[in-house]
C-alpha cells in the first residue's frame, strides 16, 4: 500500500504524480471535463492532477496556495 505524501503547501504527491488541493467552492471552471482519474477526494479536499492544467497556472496556483487557508483550517 501507498502512503499519501504531503509537501508544506498541502500538495500531494502520489506514484510520480502531483495533485493540487481545492475546496468544493474554489474548483476550476472546466472541473467536469477533466478525467475522473485524475481526480481524488479526501475528506473535504478535491485534488486534481497537474496534468490538467497549464504550467502558469500551476506557478499561480501554488504562489496563492502558500497564502490561503486551505493549508491551516481545512487540510488535518
Known sequence: MKKL??????????????YLPFLIHNLPKKYNKFPI??????????????????KTYIN??????????INSNNIK
Request: hydrophobic share 35%; no cysteine.
Open 60 to 69: 499561480k496556483f501554488i504562489n496563492t496556495l502558500n497564502f490561503s487557508n
Open 37 to 54: 482519474n485524475s481526480i481524488i477526494k479526501i475528506k473535504t479536499t478535491i485534488y486534481i492532477n497537474t496534468n490538467n492544467f497549464s
Open 5 to 18: 505524501k504531503f509537501n508544506q503547501t498541502k500538495i500531494l504527491k502520489l506514484n510520480n504524480n502531483t
